[in-house]
C-alpha cells in the first residue's frame, strides 16, 4: 500500500474518531442518557427504547416512527467496533455510533466514504478501497474487533456474475482476521435490483462458510412496498432509513459470538 494511500485512510479514521467523540456531546446521546437513567445499571437499554429515542432527536416532526421489537446486544460485547462503508454507512455514521456506543462498545469507528467500492479505489479522485481500509485497520488493531461491512452498492452491475462476486467478497474476508466475528450488510439499488440479488445470494453463500459471521439484511427491508425508507434516488436512506440502516447493523452485530479483546 502507498504512502499517499495510508495517509489518506488515516486522515479517514481519524475524522471518524473525531466524530465519535463530537457524537457523544450531542442531544441523542443526551436524551439516551436520561433513558437509561430510568433502569437498573446493570441492565442494557434495548435497542427498542435507543432507537426511539434516536427517532425523536434526529428525525423530528419527520412523521411515524419505525416499530421495531427487537432483541437485546449480547450483554458482554467485544469493546472494539468497526464499521466499513460507502456513502449509505456515512449517512447513518452519528446515528450508527450512538447506537452502538450506548449498546456498550467503548470504541466505535464507522468509516464510510462517498462512491466506495469493495476493491476498487481512485487516487485522483481520493478514493479507497474497502480492502486498503481493512488492511490498514487489520495492521493497526491486533485486537480481534467485531467487524462491519456495508459495501456492495457502488460494485453492483459491474461484475458478470455470482461467481465473479464471490471471488470479489471473498477478497474482502481475506484482509480481514478470520476469527474476528463479522457482518456484512447486504446490498440495495433500485436501479440495479437483479444485480443486488445476485451479489446477495454470492455473500449469502460466502458468509455460510465463515465462522461467527452474519448477513444484515437491507436488501429486505427496502424492498418492502410500505417501507419508504430511501430518498428518491432509490439508493441512500431518508431520515427514517438511517434509522432502520442503524438497526439493521444492530441486529446483525447481534447474533454474533461476543469475544473479548486480549
Known amino acids: 500500500m502507498s504512502t499517499s494511500t495510508c495517509a489518506r485512510i488515516v486522515t479517514s479514521l481519524r475524522e471518524s474518531k473525531r466524530l465519535t467523540e463530537l457524537s457523544t456531546k450531542v442531544t441523542v446521546v443526551s436524551g439516551l442518557c436520561a433513558l437509561q437513567a430510568r433502569h437498573t445499571e446493570k441492565m442494557l437499554m434495548s435497542r427498542r427504547t435507543m432507537l426511539t429515542a434516536l ?8 412523521g411515524a416512527r419505525p416499530a421495531l421489537a427487537l432483541p437485546l ?8 467496533f468497526v464499521m466499513i462503508g460507502d456513502s449509505i454507512t456515512a449517512g447513518a ?3 450508527v455510533t450512538a447506537l452502538m456506543s450506548r449498546s456498550g462498545f467503548s470504541s466505535v469507528i464507522v468509516n464510510g466514504q462517498n462512491s466506495r467500492r469493495i476493491d ?7 478514493l479507497v478501497a474497502g480492502t486498503e481500509v481493512a488492511s490498514y485497520v487489520a495492521a493497526s488493531h491486533p485486537s480481534p474487533l467485531v467487524w462491519v461491512i456495508a459495501l456492495g452498492t457502488n460494485d453492483a452491475g459491474i461484475y458478470r456474475d455470482g461467481a465473479a462476486y ?8 481475506s484482509v480481514v482476521p478470520s476469527t474476528a466475528p463479522l457482518a456484512w450488510i447486504n446490498t440495495y439499488r433500485r436501479d440495479q435490483l437483479r444485480s443486488c440479488e445476485i451479489l446477495n445470494v454470492a455473500l449469502n453463500d460466502v458468509l455460510a462458510k465463515r465462522r461467527n459471521s452474519a448477513v444484515g439484511n437491507w436488501f429486505e427491508q427496502c424492498a418492502l412496498p410500505e417501507s419508504r425508507l430511501l430518498s428518491s434516488d432509490g439508493v ?8 432502520a440502516f442503524a438497526d439493521t447493523v444492530a441486529s446483525a ?3 454474533l ?6
Open 55 to 62: 427517532a425523536a432527536s434526529t428525525v423530528g416532526a419527520y
Open 93 to 95: 455514521q452519528r446515528t
Open 236 to 243: 441512500h436512506p431518508n431520515p427514517r432509513g438511517v434509522l
Open 253 to 255: 452485530v447481534a447474533v
Open 73 to 80: 446486544l449480547p450483554p458482554r460485547p467485544p469493546k472494539s
Open 166 to 173: 464471490a471471488d470479489l467478497i471473498e477478497h474482502m474476508l
Open 120 to 126: 476498487v479505489g481512485n487516487r485522483k479522485r481520493g
Open 257 to 262: 459470538r461476543p469475544r473479548r479483546e486480549r
